[in-house]
T-cell receptor, first 118, second 112 residues
């Protein structure tokens, strides 16, 4: 397993366009997280999946944001009608199932997808 | 509310000296406190963590201490080296441990 993979690594788009990011987690991890990180700030929680179920979603998350994990494996994060304020690094992390022999608490992050909205 | 406060935001220490970063959490039910290191162009990576049933944990030059009463936990790096230069984040779980909230980060610089 090569860890958490995110694509694309960089995306430049014009305001008003839709963008989609993909995250491929560690295969045996059933929990998946999306975070947003702006310059000089910590990762901001966006949403959380356990298998295919979206169990937590930030109250700060606009209706323009939607995430899916249809088969409990990879996940997508879509941003509709992008705004300049959406420019940020979007981080995905996966986590082993509760009670796993080791590392059940550890978030393993991907390298992120950097979004620039012009 | 769901909040993890971290300070300082920047820290510069002489190589070989110690560095301390402090965090405060608000949810008394939080029971797990990780520290992550983020290098340029990469995602955060876990460096050490502590559960609420212990007060201190060490791993070579890195240690974490926890004061549950005060809801404080700290990262200690001794004998700092140039490769310790990075941004460090504390975190704590909320909402039945499924939501992990991060602090705002500390940029640590090691002066030669």
């Amino acid at each position: 397993d090569t860890g958490v993979s995110q694509n694309p690594r960089h995306k430049i788009t014009k305001r008003g366009q839709n963008v989609t990011f993909r995250c491929d987690p560690i295969s045996e991890h059933n929990r998946l997280y999306w975070y947003r990180q702006t310059l000089g700030q910590g990762p901001e929680f966006l949403t959380y999946f356990q298998n295919e179920a979206q169990l937590e979603k930030s109250r700060l998350l606009s209706d323009r944001f939607s995430a899916e994990r249809p088969k409990g494996s990879f996940s997508t994060l879509e941003i509709q009608r992008t705004e300049q304020g959406d420019s940020a690094m979007y981080l995905c992390a996966s986590r082993a199932r509760a009670g796993a022999p080791s590392g059940a608490n550890v978030l393993t992050f991907g390298a992120g997808s950097r979004l620039t909205v012009l | 509310g769901e909040n993890v406060e971290q300070h300082p935001s920047t820290l510069s220490v002489q190589e070989g000296d110690s560095a301390v970063i402090k965090c405060t959490y608000s949810d008394s039910a939080s029971n797990y406190f990780p520290w992550y290191k983020q290098e340029l162009g990469k995602g955060p990576q876990l460096i050490i963590d502590i559960r609420s049933n212990v007060g201190e944990k060490k791993d070579q030059r890195i240690a974490v201490t926890l004061n549950k009463t005060a809801k404080h936990f700290s990262l200690h790096i001794t004998e700092t080296q140039p490769e310790d230069s990075a941004v460090y984040f504390c975190a704590a779980p909320y909402s039945s441990a499924s939501k992990i909230i991060f602090g705002s980060g500390t940029r640590l610089s090691i002066r030669p």
